[in-house]
């Protein structure tokens, strides 16, 4: 089915349909935060080839969340490791 295709956007219109749990299509909308009054909205589209044991990971963002503060916090000389940012989606 996805050999027949002859465009990026009949793809991405058949990863949107959801029809097949191996490809599927994704946005993740996140805010960084960049000064005491602003934040950076990030929005990320992404073509999903693989979801098996997505629901187990889901469990784990709370810990991911976890190792994200502690990169940040260990890293505070340096000011990439705010640009970190550890999720599963």
């Given at each position: ?37 602003g ?38 000389k340096w ?11």
């Amino acid at each position: 089915m996805i050999g027949e295709l002859s465009s990026l956007k009949e793809l991405v219109e058949l990863a949107e349909e959801g029809r097949f749990p191996c490809f599927q299509f994704n946005k993740i909308v996140d805010e960084m935060k960049v000064s005491a009054w602003g934040a950076l909205e990030i929005k990320i589209f992404l073509l999903v080839f693989f979801v098996e044991g997505k629901i187990f990971m889901e469990g784990y963002n709370s810990f991911l969340k976890y190792i994200e503060n502690n990169v940040r916090k260990s890293g505070r000389k340096w000011s990439i490791t705010g640009a970190f940012k550890c999720y599963i989606d």
